[in-house]
């Protein structure tokens, strides 16, 4: 029996080509679509999900809040682990985790034998971080890994790049960065087989290696420096939710004296370890994260493609119901039943699906880099030991053989055979209207995509464009990573103010569009830290204001040695009571560990200024004057030639002199400020791929039942050529039934589409206001598309010989 129902739909899938080249192209495109979205969601999700014991494996997370500041970070303070591993027996063990790059040390530079480059991504971390974390050992062993001072353990690419084939276990290496140069001991090398993780580095470094690390061991700020990542591992019988309520106890047994002198309110909390890479919303993150809101939406978008897909299915085979009517009628009469007939309809949708499955698999394949750069994603197609991927194509055929192929399997087993054979074709399930409802449903879908588009779209323009309050345009970054380098600034310096395009240079330790890792309390004078307002702030010397082309307000600009100076922004001003005219020449105290408050002056006051991104407001902040060179990392060159060319390479020629020996890398300013939205872009350009795939496969249909319904009218089409009807009349009349269609859908998506896309902006602080263009721009779009695939089967049933149509009667 199944024989003959695979047999049967083999044979009229053959006789009806384009009903079915339609329907396989649909469903294999959005197939491939949604297959991959799946397929990057689980991805996403499975991070974090290797390591033994995860389910009892935590970060400790703080909230912060400051004379009124609140701070939600995924960061902690260096002693609180520690601790809580000797007071609590529900704690079996504890790590922790500093990134360099924070704190200066964004590229350091490896050395073995002849061998010499750059990489990023160092990390410190205890000796115990491989007890509480899984990584798979390619050499080495992760038992005794980092116990020993000056060990390292490797990502194995790095290795590598520096030992090839040889055993990296071992060997000693020299890393040079702005905490000086060391020689370590390799003491093994890992990759990520066993899975992704939120913590992803390129060296781990033994925290216990003198310097940068070893400060961190010995620091006892309670309340202050949250900049590290704490993690602990608990007992299996352990309970997060009772030990997370005994934290408010214990920081006031070691911290409150350090909260009440500096007027910080601290909480600490517990979060799965696992959940990290999918929960945002936390500062101080040390790596990316994605909101399960976005991943929803892909999996809306692909749930999206499949059904429009679906829907060509549905609309097609309905509408092509007088073609089997008499076929279901002798069936029905040799003894056929109902059930029989909707096992061979169903059959037909589910080998459709296979095969668009079939074909999508290869085309996935061929277009995975493809994709894999619009998503910024590493997707694996790993058909051997992901057992998860047969699942998700056994579930498409399943559903989408079961979705596309259930109602016109019920519609068509509707008809009775009597009336069928007599040339009724009536059922007692209407079509026309489903039919009209899918195709208006479809239309909805694409258009509520578009408008996204062009909101999306928008909001980025609006980003690129807005006058931040500084100049990026035009400006150079240099980073220099080893304390050599840094030493060689002031020399490079001047160099470059030799060249007529250089405006000017500024030294410091951070540049805008960066995450700032620096911020302190300040109060005025009579007051104290539990007055204090929290600033952030960069080190910088006198070139600050004239090479980011900032405005001041009131005051005046750094100058040579100008100690004990701060440039203020309005938003520090007004939260410390200041009338912005009048507050140059104020002193702003500190104070921290028990020790006399120390001040500085004020200079000038700086208007607002965009320093971080636009989905956040504008936060206090300064700049603090330096004078010593060992304060700054990074190098900011304004010039004033577009000609980038020429221009570096003089600029090439003199970091050749000055820099024999380091690569001669640098950035614009522009790019790193644009790198803030890299989400945004990404969803942007995701949305754009799938929403072209959702607007194709709805033309297609579209297509397909224009094709149709111009077949049906050949004879009324004839016949009012006969009498006379012009071209463009007969285009019209085609026409206006699908285009009716697509304006209700419209009318439609337009509420849909403004839920959407409100909900969208709300994550940015400065955002662009919606208008009915943007909806306006899109149904017009709509119309445009639909108008232009129905009119050529429009025009092409218009100018058919009407004989043609007519000799039959």
């Not at 795939?693 to 033309?699: D, L, P």
């Not at 009318?747 to 943007?774: C, H, N």
């Amino acid at each position: 029996m199944l024989k003959s129902y695979l047999k049967t739909a083999w044979r009229f899938l053959l006789k009806n080509k384009t009903f079915s080249f339609i329907n396989i192209i649909g469903l294999a495109t959005g197939t491939l679509c949604c297959l991959y979205i799946l397929l990057y969601v689980q991805d996403q999700y499975n991070y974090d999900k290797q390591h033994k014991g995860v389910e009892n494996t935590y970060r400790v997370t703080t909230d912060l809040e400051l004379t009124g500041d609140k701070h939600h970070s995924g960061a902690s303070s260096p002693p609180i682990t520690p601790a809580m591993r000797n007071d609590f027996a529900e704690v079996k063990q504890f790590t922790r985790v500093v990134t360099t790059e924070k704190f200066g040390a964004k590229q350091h530079l490896l050395r073995y034998k002849e061998k010499s480059f750059y990489e990023k991504d160092a990390l410190f971390v205890d000796s115990t971080f491989f007890d509480v974390f899984s990584y798979h050992f390619v050499s080495g062993s992760a038992t005794s890994a980092l116990t020993e001072p000056y060990s390292i353990v490797l990502f194995k690419p790095v290795a590598d790049k520096l030992f090839g084939s040889e055993n990296a276990v071992g060997k000693m290496i020299s890393i040079d960065n702005s905490f000086g140069k060391h020689d370590y001991k390799v003491m093994g090398v890992v990759d990520e087989s066993l899975g992704k993780s939120h913590i992803h580095g390129n060296m781990y470094i033994a925290m216990n290696s003198g310097g940068f690390g070893e400060s961190v061991r010995r620091n006892d700020a309670w309340a202050g420096n949250n900049f590290l990542y704490a993690y602990i591992k608990l007992r299996p019988d352990a309970s997060a939710a009772a030990l997370e309520k005994k934290l408010p106890e214990f920081l006031n047994k070691y911290a409150a004296q350090q909260l009440k002198a500096i007027g910080m309110k601290k909480v600490l909390h517990l979060q799965p370890v696992n959940s990290i890479h999918t929960t945002p919303g936390f500062e101080n993150e040390l790596s990316k994260t994605l909101d399960p809101k976005f991943l929803f939406l892909l999996i809306l978008i692909a749930v999206m493609i499949q059904v429009i897909a679906c829907i060509n299915f549905m609309n097609l085979s309905t509408a092509r119901a007088s073609k089997r009517a008499k076929e279901v009628g002798v069936r029905k009469v040799i003894g056929a039943g109902k059930g029989d007939l909707i096992k061979q309809f169903l059959g037909e949708s589910f080998l459709l699906a296979f095969i668009g499955v079939a074909i999508a698999l290869p085309l996935l394949i061929l277009l995975m880099p493809y994709l894999n750069q619009v998503t910024r994603a590493d997707i694996q197609l790993d058909f051997f030991s992901n057992y998860k991927i047969w699942i998700m194509l056994l579930s498409l055929v399943a559903v989408t053989g079961l979705v596309a192929g259930s109602y016109p399997a019920f519609y068509l087993s509707a008809f009775e055979a009597i009336k069928v054979i007599k040339g009724n074709f009536t059922s007692q399930v209407s079509a026309t209207g489903i039919r009209k409802s899918l195709v208006v449903f479809q239309f909805v879908l694409s258009i509520v995509l578009v408008t996204g588009i062009i909101v999306i779209y928008s909001q980025l323009n609006y980003i690129k464009n807005k006058d931040l309050g500084f100049d990026k345009n035009q400006k150079l970054i240099f980073n220099f990573y080893t304390e050599a380098s840094q030493k060689k600034m002031a020399a490079f310096t001047n160099d470059l103010k030799e060249l007529s395009e250089v405006k000017a240079v500024n030294n410091a330790d951070n540049y805008l569009g960066q995450f700032v890792p620096h911020d302190h309390g300040v109060f005025l004078a009579g007051g104290n830290m539990a007055a204090a307002v929290d600033a952030q702030n960069i080190n910088t010397d006198e070139h600050f204001v004239k090479a980011n082309g900032v405005s001041l307000i009131s005051g005046r600009d750094f100058r040579l040695n100008d100690t004990n100076r701060v440039l203020i922004n309005e938003t520090l001003a007004k939260r410390l009571g200041l009338d912005v005219q009048k507050a140059p020449g104020t002193r702003l105290y500190s104070q921290y560990d028990g020790k006399p408050a120390t001040f500085v002056e004020v200079a000038g006051v700086m208007k607002n200024f965009n320093y971080n991104s636009l989905h956040s407001e504008v936060r206090p902040f300064m700049m603090v004057y330096q004078n010593d060179p060992g304060y700054f990392n990074c190098m900011l060159v304004s010039v004033g030639s577009s000609n980038y060319k020429t221009l570096l390479d003089k600029i090439s020629a003199v970091w050749r002199k000055d820099f024999p020996e380091v690569p001669f890398e640098y950035t614009f300013l522009d790019t790193e400020v644009q790198k803030q939205y890299e989400t945004e872009i990404m969803l942007s350009q995701i949305i754009n791929s799938f929403t072209m795939v959702a607007i194709v496969i709805s033309c297609l249909g579209l297509f397909g039942l224009a094709a149709f319904s111009a077949e049906q009218r050949s004879k009324e089409i004839g016949i009012r050529k006969v009498l006379g009807a012009s071209v463009t009349g007969i285009v019209q009349l085609l026409s206006t039934d699908f285009l009716k269609l697509v304006i209700i859908a419209f009318v439609i998506a337009t509420p849909l589409a403004w839920w959407g896309m409100s909900k969208w902006l709300q994550d940015f602080e400065y955002r662009v206001t919606i208008s009915w263009w943007m909806f306006a721009l899109a149904g017009i779009l709509a119309v445009i598309v639909a108008l232009f695939t129905v009119s050529f089967q429009a025009i092409k049933a218009a100018l058919m010989n009407p004989v043609k149509s007519l000799k039959a009667e």
